[in-house]
């Protein structure tokens, strides 16, 4: 996603867009090449004397383009999970390539630039700074590219023009509803146009009609603009909208 | 750089009651340090800016005993003496304002404007001054204070020499170097020793002397104090400015002293600003988390955190200066040089004073912001995410 697609109308004229859509909502996955790979992961806190083994032998595949749910009970390790994809954290054991880079493997400096090109972040509390406007909070990760702010301040309104914002741009947070701070996110995490999308609870601090414009625009950003989207939740109705659910439990995928 | 810069400074509008009292303190800190460097600056400066080539010789034993006159003369004919000035403490009281302290003197009036040319009088006043034997010139800042204008009649009661005295004003002198007095009262010496009882004829309490070459200053005054060796009475001949230094010496002990609280002072707000920072990393932990899960770098965070403290070190120390200057420059400083002009002719904030103070609040923010800065850096992002949800 550049910012001359966001300008566009999404499916103007676009072959992939115009293409018939493989059948998100049939049983079979999209076929794609692999973007995430998880090779027998092992994720382990030692806290105190007695070592934590929070995720166990982790296989697991998803595919460029996909929209999956991750579901579990609390304390399966779903955030620890999501993390590690995310390049927030290393596997103890086990070898995560994501994008192509072997997380395992890479220094903080190195992680921290993968997260920046690859990752787009949406939190269950949003994590807006409350000093910034939305547009300010949206051009944040743009300082740290080297653009021009004249082009920063573009594409951060592009962005949020995407979530449907664009007579918010000038509001603080606090003048925000909780809906229309988590696009406000949302138009953050997309705005450098990220490989994959990682969502931690996204609709969690949402009432139902917020939660489902929330998920709509996740829908979109995936369908549209072709966002790998992994996404946390406990909310049967957003694991509705992926086109795979997995369960985590102890550790484990079923 | 810039905008991240900016940014952090937002930060100090998140807390306003906090910011406002935290500038608060660190400037009434900063005013307190600005105020004690300039008492000891003011101290210094009356050395400092004393004139290199003048000399006083007074007696050997202690500076209250007097000097026989003829030893003026005596002097005026050493080499290198350019132009010699006797004169007396006088010790005057206002019978209206007892509590009033200036320095009295009763000078050699051809000679003493000539030895004090910084002294700076204007030819009508110093003729009409000559020529009255009653004649006094006064500083101008003591005159503005009693009121007194040329021509008025005046009766000060004598305190080394008994008695009342009248006065005519007969002119107003203004200082042109930092170290002299604006509020000394002078007169001529001939009126006091026509008037004072025998045994305190003809006697003066030390000499002024002025040199044609500062570098032969010391030789001057050993040649002089030579002289009088084998004389009856022994003199102790020095520079103006050796002069100040050892009476300042006498206040060695005060003068560290208030060093010293000049540095707790910047201690106390190195705390304040300290304090309100670390409050303020402590809050914003999880923000620092989301700008590196965002991909920002530790480094990032800690200049995150310093540009903060230093946006809150800027405005404390534009606050503080910006209040102490005027304030000590308009107000404490002119009252202080009209009370206390003998000790502190001159008491203003210096510009470099100011600018030290200003450049002292920056540091010590940043200062006051490394170890926070550090602990916001080393921040894991994962605990800092996972705190709240
Ligand atoms: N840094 C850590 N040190 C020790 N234990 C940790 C750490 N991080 C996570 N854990 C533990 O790992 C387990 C899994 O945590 P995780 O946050 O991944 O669960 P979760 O599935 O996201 O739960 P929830 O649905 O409540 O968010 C928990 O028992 C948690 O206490
Ligand atoms: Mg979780």
């Keep these: 996603m550049t910012p001359s697609d966001l300008d566009a109308p999404p499916d103007a004229g676009k072959a992939e867009a115009t293409a018939p859509e493989q059948n998100r909502k049939s049983a079979a996955p999209p076929k794609g090449k692999p973007i995430i790979e998880l090779v027998n992961v092992t994720k382990t806190y030692v806290r105190g004397k007695e070592p934590l083994t929070v995720l166990d032998g982790l296989n697991l595949t998803i595919e460029e383009g996909a929209f999956e749910a991750l579901m579990g009970p609390s304390g399966s390790g779903k955030s620890t999970l999501l993390n590690l994809i995310a390049g927030l954290d290393r596997p103890t054991s086990g070898k995560a390539v994501v994008a192509g880079n072997d997380i395992g493997s890479m220094s903080d400096g190195a992680l921290a630039k993968f997260r920046a090109r690859h990752i787009g972040f949406i939190f269950q509390s949003y994590n807006l700074m409350p000093v910034l406007t939305a547009v300010e909070n949206v051009e944040l990760p743009l300082l740290l590219t080297k653009l021009p702010a004249a082009e920063r301040r573009k594409r951060a309104q592009t962005a949020l023009r995407v979530v449907g914002l664009e007579d918010r741009m000038d509001h603080y947070p606090r003048q925000l509803s909780g809906g229309q701070e988590q696009r406000v996110a949302i138009a953050r995490a997309i705005v450098t146009d990220p490989t994959i999308l990682v969502c931690d609870e996204p609709t969690g601090d949402l009432d139902r009609k917020s939660a489902d414009d929330i998920l709509a625009l996740l829908t979109k950003l995936n369908t549209d603009f072709k966002k790998t989207i992994l996404m946390v939740t406990h909310d049967p109705a957003a694991a509705e909208r992926a086109t795979i659910t997995r369960h985590l439990n102890k550790g484990k995928l079923e | 750089m810039i905008k991240l810069f900016l940014i952090a400074a937002r930060n100090l509008k998140r807390s306003w009651f906090r910011t406002i009292f935290t500038i608060a303190g660190a400037a009434v800190a900063l005013i307190a340090f600005i105020m004690l460097r300039t008492v000891l600056w003011s101290w210094n400066a ?5 004139a290199q080539d003048r000399l006083a010789t007074r007696h050997k034993v202690t500076m209250i005993m007097p000097l026989p006159k003829r030893y003026a003369e005596d002097i005026r004919a050493v080499p290198g003496v350019k ?111 026509d008037s004072a009882p025998a045994e305190m004829k003809d006697q003066i309490g030390f000499i002024s002397i002025r040199v044609t070459d500062t570098s032969r200053s010391a030789e001057i005054a050993q040649a002089i104090d030579r002289m009088f060796d084998e004389r009856d009475v022994q003199t102790a001949t020095m520079s103006e400015r050796a002069m100040n230094l050892s009476f300042m010496a006498g206040f060695s002990a005060l003068l560290t002293a208030l060093d010293v609280v000049s540095i707790i002072i910047l201690g106390i707000m190195l705390l304040i600003l300290g304090n309100t920072i670390a409050m303020g990393v402590r809050e914003r932990t999880k923000e620092y988390a989301v700008l590196r899960a965002i991909g920002f770098e530790p480094w990032h965070v800690r200049f995150f955190v310093i540009a903060e403290a230093a946006a809150l070190g800027i405005l404390s120390g534009a606050v503080g200066v910006g209040i102490a200057y005027p304030f000590v420059n308009h107000f404490v400083g002119r009252a202080i040089e009209e009370n206390m002009g003998a000790m502190f002719p001159y008491f203003r904030v210096e510009p470099t004073t100011a600018a030290l103070a200003f450049v002292i609040a920056l540091g010590l923010a940043a200062v006051a912001s490394l170890l926070p800065s550090i602990q916001a850096g080393r921040v894991s992002v994962t605990d800092a995410l996972r705190r709240v949800g």
């Design chain 2, 46 to 50: 009356v050395s400092e800016y004393a």
């Design chain 2, 83 to 193: 132009q010699v000035a006797f004169m007396n403490w006088f010790g005057a009281k206002i019978p209206t304002a007892p509590d009033e302290f200036f320095a009295s003197l009763a000078v050699e009036s051809n000679t003493f404007f000539d030895v004090w040319d910084e002294m700076v009088v204007s030819p009508e006043d110093k003729a009409r001054w000559l020529a009255d034997k009653k004649g006094a010139i006064v500083g101008h800042v003591l005159a503005k204070k009693m009121g007194w204008k040329v021509g008025d009649k005046i009766v000060l009661e004598g305190t080394i020499y008994p008695g009342d005295w009248e006065f005519n004003i007969s002119g107003i002198y203004k200082a042109s170097r930092k170290s002299v007095d604006d509020s000394e009262f002078i007169f001529h010496w001939d009126y006091l020793n």
